[in-house]
């Protein structure tokens, strides 16, 4: 284990808010670009390494590896992560946005039926939710789907900004304020984007992004050279609620694909958990709290999954963070990078890029949290 807290910012989405592109959607849970690429020079990655992420958030990774030209799978189960990263890794024609953009914006307004959805109406004022639902009914009824979802994200985002809610954790929070007209905000929304998109230099690469379950990968054995990426924390698995307006407002056309994630660690298996982790941690299994091990089982399971894709001196690179419980800290770059031992894997080095206390009623400290980028081989 070693130090280099003066990567902590590198563990989170903030770099990523001044890029064009990765800043199309803020994910507060993501990781920046500048990580992908040290992590990439680190595994001597290069043109046409291929590279998986299978909880891919927002899409850093497979975003840094188009700028890289790296082919990369990269996954996840729930809409908002598919549908964002799929729209910023695609090929744009920018004067057929540019088109129809301005056709868009044209749309006259009209009165429009607004959904009887309780949290969709508090959420947005009466006159911009009617913009926006009469925005998204003319988005939906563009055929080329490039176009379509370029511009529903524009709209997405638009929205949110013109909204009553602010996100705080994993908590929605609501508070009525001025805002700015919503076709205002959503002219500059997609102008911006444009311009992004003719300023962003790409190399030749293959990028696919879609559902799956990191613990069930599409994918054959020994087909990748590296991993990048970084799976749902422990006890912090509910995040994905922040983005349930979204979900709600703008993406039921993918209703047809799992429209509710199954959540690294979120099940209850009745007892079957520890049997499965006991073997790589042993009387560890047996002493962690009850809530912490459905998720290292999930874990396990996405770690052997990692391996069985990896080829022979494949790398993994995990942004993971140290669970907090009232009673302890639950040590899990430690744990993961035992299972993922115990899976095959040879661990080089746990970097500890920040590390907070963990507080119990928010004054008593329990003990320090780290936050660490694992870095694991699969031996030749």
């Known amino acids: 284990m070693s130090e280099k807290l003066e990567w902590g910012k590198l563990a989170t989405f903030v770099p990523n808010k001044r890029l064009p592109v990765y800043n199309w ?10 990580l992908v690429f040290r992590v990439a020079e680190t595994f001597s990655l290069g043109e046409g390494s291929v590279v998986l992420d299978p909880f ?27 549908f964002v990263s799929s729209v910023k890794t695609r090929d744009y024609d920018t004067g057929i946005l540019r088109e129809s953009a301005r056709e868009i914006l044209e749309t006259r307004f ?24 009469l925005f998204r009914e003319e988005i939906a009824g563009i055929e080329d789907e490039k176009v379509r979802e370029f511009l529903l994200l524009g709209l997405m985002n638009a929205a949110m900004k013109a909204s009553y809610v602010f996100k705080d954790g994993a908590v929605l929070r609501f508070r009525k304020r001025h805002v700015p007209p919503l076709r205002q905000m959503f002219r500059r929304q997609v102008h911006r984007m444009i311009r992004d998109l003719e ?35 422990l006890n912090k698995i509910e995040y994905t609620r922040v983005y349930e307006i979204e979900q709600r407002l703008f993406l039921g056309f993918m209703k047809g694909i799992p429209p509710v994630r199954s959540y690294i660690g979120s099940l209850d298996r009745k007892g079957t958990g520890r049997k499965e982790i006991e073997d790589a941690l042993g ?35 995990l942004v993971v963070g140290n669970g907090c419980f009232p009673d302890r ?28 206390w963990c507080t119990r009623h928010r004054v008593e400290k329990v003990g320090i949290a780290r936050e660490s980028l694992l870095l694991w081989k699969k031996e030749e």
């Open 199 to 233: 300023g962003f230099k790409t190399r030749e690469c293959e990028t696919r992004v879609g559902f799956g379950d990191a613990r069930s990968l599409p994918l054959p054995d020994c087909s990748v050279d590296a991993v990048i990426t970084s799976p749902p924390y």
């Open 110 to 133: 009209r009165r429009i039926s607004l959904p009887k959805d309780r949290l969709i109406r508090r959420t947005f004022k009466k006159e911009t939710l009617e913009d926006i639902i």
């Open 25 to 34: 959607f803020y994910y507060k849970e993501g990781f920046a670009r500048e």
């Open 56 to 82: 891919c958030g927002a899409g850093t990774t497979p975003l840094a590896c188009r700028e890289m030209g790296m082919n990369c799978f990269a996954f996840d189960v729930h809409p908002v992560s598919v």
């Open 283 to 317: 009387r560890d299994a047996d002493s962690l709290p009850e809530g912490a091990v459905p998720y290292f089982a999930d874990m396990k399971r996405a770690i052997e999954e990692m391996h069985r894709v990896c080829r022979s001196g494949g790398r993994v690179a």
């Open 329 to 356: 800290v639950v040590e899990s770059d430690i744990l993961l990078s035992r299972i993922a031992e115990n899976a095959g894997f040879t661990v080089k080095n746990i970097i500890v890029l920040n590390k907070r």
